[in-house]
């Protein structure tokens, strides 16, 4: 009776009254598997670093396979290039010990490094030098993951006119001076590796084949990369035998990795995000490495129509964006504000002379002497680059300095910038430009230049004839001082025209555990693998 | 017969329009594929390497011939080079194929385990603590996004447990986080309706003559009531697998998980149109086969349908 009164109510729970409870039951009994299977594995070692073994982890492969030009990143060591730049991002030899310019810089001779073989025991000759230069010039146009191979490969070895082996010495022949040849050569546009390496059509036929401390010991695409020591390598034995470095696109799992011990470093361009590094670098287990980049973060003008097309106008923005704010506070202190067009990464070329301002008052000024726009100004970001630096929150800081100067402003975030800037339907762009050879004739050649696609094609409206001249005096300058002056002469040129302006200058921080040591990067990202080392 | 035929049709017209319409959208998205590619390393390419790109990728021919073209490819079973780094499109997906099912698979392994757990507990004894938190808890985890619940699982149980690897596919216990989080997902929707389904039939008559007849509750609900409930569940289940295949791009970025949805995502970001044509047609095709396979269980389970 009592079981029927209720059923009418709950008709299955009833016959378990004071019985079983098998739901329950199984509910525990589930859960206490899954405990006791985490404890199982749990105090899971590091395994970030084992016995003469490394784990690190990128935010992107470092490894591109058989179609890329290069096959590996510079980073991994695998193959190495006849020059290399130091840290101030001066050519420095690598496979080339020394070079001679003659005929004016029309005539460049390498001396190659002796005694050195490629990792299938094939020794370094000149002719192997040539093979992979004029591969280059053959597979290009080709996109690459790492750095792409223009056509012509002008803005690496110029117009070249010939180049080939003569008494173990390497020679190129160009149709025009160029006058910084082992720069524009520097790391990837250098690259050598065993000509054997080498298809009929430029692809690999294998792993890479080259000369560096490190061998491709197997890749698997968009995870892992593993690195084993090249026992025959010039410079000597590196530390570690066998390195791998994991692919981990998302930049809070990187940090659990790092966290949890499963990797023992983070490398490569935006290892960690600007938000990420104060915790980071407070941890006790890790040393967080910060060194200047090529990456600067630029305010550019559209120029060719009101209200920007006034230059009192353009010099009211630079003096209303308060850099400093930029720099240390959304940029969370790993950019510096910036001043000259070239960041101090250029060394001597940039412009010590150049000093950008904050002065909201002569902003104002400025804004009322040149009447206010009709409607607002439209500053334009990109949603791809919103994910490693917080453009959002920067835009959001220009358009109320904008505002403060009387210069009402909106924010357009697209995905698709460059249509935007092309149909001419913006008045300010922010955005990120790196020169990741340290050239500055690329980045001045290939965007400001009157007849630069990316000036002409954006509607950026800069027409300078001083400029276009400077440029090219400077690119076929002899002498590292005159060269230098007038790329000073350009800085100060730019900074009164203002087509474009920098807004930060861009570290990228990279850590290690305090396990290991040796970790140093250059500007443009690299890292030497080689010179890291357990600690002591 | 027929119907199977009509089924197979409408399949190829949905995949047929879909390609289409796919096809117009990454093509007339702004933004040019040659210069995303060449752009890759940080590098802006001159006007005329992204002129020479374009010409090799075919991008300077007309709309309509390109999709004629790839379209042929297709029923041919070419599926064409990936734009970036020229490896052939099938061959990529299909090494990725095995990975996104592991994941999906236990993600769907975990969401009816766990639905089928919870819902019978309900139905037993639905006033009983456990059975509000699960409740409570259904709510809850339908509410957070994948991505957080996943961010949770890897500071909680690999960080500070150090249980589990973060991500990756290096060890056979990798797939368990992804899968928890995909399978969490699935399993707040599975878990409503098989508990709604399961009160429902709690009510019919045949339950009542069960439980008359002196049948134990355990066995009322499991053997009787579960069957009854089945073809609405495994419907559900069979909507809740394909999106779980579609759904596991976030899950497969976060952890690292070396599927055809991390595929994806790189593909859409470089404008790779090979790939992302391939990856919806695929995707579009494992969802039908999921479907029907629903179906054909459901009639297994549930004679009614049959006739």
């Known amino acids: ?536 | 017969m027929t119907l199977a035929l009509r089924r197979v049709a409408e399949t190829l017209l949905v995949l047929l329009a879909l390609s289409v319409l796919t096809f117009l959208l990454t093509s007339l998205a702004p933004g040019d594929p040659a210069e995303e590619i060449l752009r890759r390393g940080g590098v802006q390419p001159t006007a005329e390497s992204v002129a020479v790109l374009r010409g090799e990728l075919g991008l300077d021919r007309p709309l309509f011939s390109r999709y004629l073209q790839w379209l042929l490819g297709v029923l041919r079973g070419d599926f064409g080079r990936s734009y970036a780094d020229r490896a052939p499109v099938a061959a990529e997906i299909l090494s990725r194929v095995p990975a996104t099912l592991r994941l999906a698979g236990t993600a769907s392994l975990i969401a009816v385990g766990l639905a089928v757990v919870v819902s019978v507990r309900a139905a037993l004894r639905p006033r009983a603590l456990d059975s509000r938190i699960a409740r409570v808890a259904t709510v809850a985890v339908a509410a957070v996004p994948p991505y957080i619940v996943g961010i949770l699982l890897i500071s909680v149980v690999a960080v500070g447990m150090r249980a589990l690897p973060t991500g990756g596919d290096g060890s056979p216990d990798a797939v368990i986080l992804p899968a928890v989080t995909l399978g969490l997902a699935g399993t707040a929707t599975l878990l409503r309706l098989l508990r709604a389904d399961l009160a429902a039939v709690a009510r019919l008559p045949f339950v009542k003559l069960a439980v008359a007849k002196g049948l134990s509750a355990r066995r009322t609900v499991v053997v009787h009531a579960l069957r009854a409930a089945a073809p609405g569940a495994i419907t559900a289940a069979g909507v809740v697998l394909a999106e779980l295949l579609a759904g596991a791009v976030i899950v497969e970025t976060l952890f690292a998980w070396p599927g055809v949805g991390q595929l994806a995502v790189t593909a859409i970001r470089q404008r790779d149109i090979p790939i992302v044509q391939a990856y919806v047609l695929l995707t579009a095709l494992a969802t039908v086969l999921v479907l029907t396979l629903a179906d054909l269980c459901v009639s297994v389970a549930d004679p009614r349908v049959r006739r």
Request: aromatic share 8%; hydrophobic share 45%; charged share 25%.
């Open chain 1, 1 to 536: 009776m009592d079981r029927s009164r209720r059923g009418t109510r709950f008709p299955i729970s009833a016959g378990t009254r004071g019985g079983v409870r098998p739901g329950a039951r199984a509910v525990a009994v589930l859960g206490m598997a899954v405990l006791a299977a985490l404890a199982a594995c749990g105090g899971r070692g590091s395994a970030g670093q084992a016995e003469g073994r490394l784990v690190l982890a990128a935010p992107r492969d470092l490894a591109a396979g058989p179609e890329d030009p290069y096959f590996t990143h510079r980073t991994l060591r695998v193959w190495e290039p006849l020059v290399t730049l130091d840290d101030e991002m001066r050519p420095a030899p690598a496979l080339a010990t020394g070079w001679e310019r003659s005929d004016r810089g029309r005539r460049w001779t390498f001396t190659l490094r002796g005694g050195v073989r490629f990792s299938d025991g094939t020794p370094l000759t000149a002719e192997a030098v040539v093979a992979n230069i004029e591969r280059f010039r053959r597979i290009a146009p080709r996109p690459s993951a790492f750095f792409s191979l223009d056509a012509g490969m002008e803005a690496a070895y110029g117009k070249l006119a010939g180049v080939r082996a003569e008494a173990g010495k390497v020679v190129f022949t160009l149709a025009e001076p160029v006058a910084d040849l082992p720069a524009r050569l520097a790391d990837f546009y250098s690259m050598i590796q065993a000509p054997s390496a080498f298809g009929p059509g430029g692809d690999f036929t294998g792993k890479p084949v080259g000369t560096g401390p490190y061998m491709l010991a197997s890749w698997s695409k968009g995870q892992r990369v593993e690195l084993a020591a090249n026992p025959g390598y010039w410079g000597g034995k590196p530390a570690f035998d066998r390195i791998v470095v994991r692919t981990i696109p998302d930049a809070n799992a990187r940090v659990a990795a790092l966290r949890a011990g499963e990797v023992a470093g983070l490398i490569d361009k935006g290892a960690l995000l600007p938000g990420q590094v104060a915790a980071v670098a407070a941890d006790g287990r890790f040393r967080v490495t910060r060194t200047p980049s090529v990456l600067t973060h630029y305010l550019t003008f559209n120029a060719s129509r009101k209200p920007f097309a006034d230059p009192r106008l353009r010099e009211a923005v630079d003096l209303a964006i308060d850099r400093k704010a930029i720099a240390g506070k959304l940029l969370a202190g790993t950019a510096a504000p910036g001043s000259p067009f070239l960041s101090p990464v250029f060394g001597a070329l940039s412009d010590p002379g150049v000093r950008s301002a904050y002065d909201p008052v002569g902003a104002r000024r400025l804004v009322d002497a040149a009447g206010r726009p009709a409607r607002p100004v439209s500053i334009l970001i990109s949603s791809s680059e919103t994910g490693q630096f917080p453009y959002t929150d920067i835009a959001e800081v220009l358009r109320t300095d904008l505002e403060d100067a009387g210069l009402p402003a909106r924010v357009n975030v697209a995905e698709a910038t460059r249509a935007v800037m092309e149909a001419g339907d913006y008045d300010l762009f922010l955005s990120a430009y790196s020169v990741p050879n340290g050239d500055p004739d690329y980045l001045f050649r290939r965007f400001l230049r009157s007849d630069a696609a990316w000036n002409r094609d954006r509607n950026l409206g800069y027409r300078s004839d001083a400029f276009d001249r400077l440029i090219d005096r400077a690119a076929a300058a002899g002498g590292a001082d005159e060269r230098r002056e007038l790329y000073h002469r350009v800085q100060r040129l730019l900074a009164d025209d203002r087509p474009m302006i920098p807004l930060a200058y861009q570290d990228n921080p990279v850590v290690t555990s305090t396990a290991v040591t040796g970790l140093a990067q250059s500007p443009a990202y690299l890292v030497d693998l080689a010179k890291l080392a357990p600690s002591r």
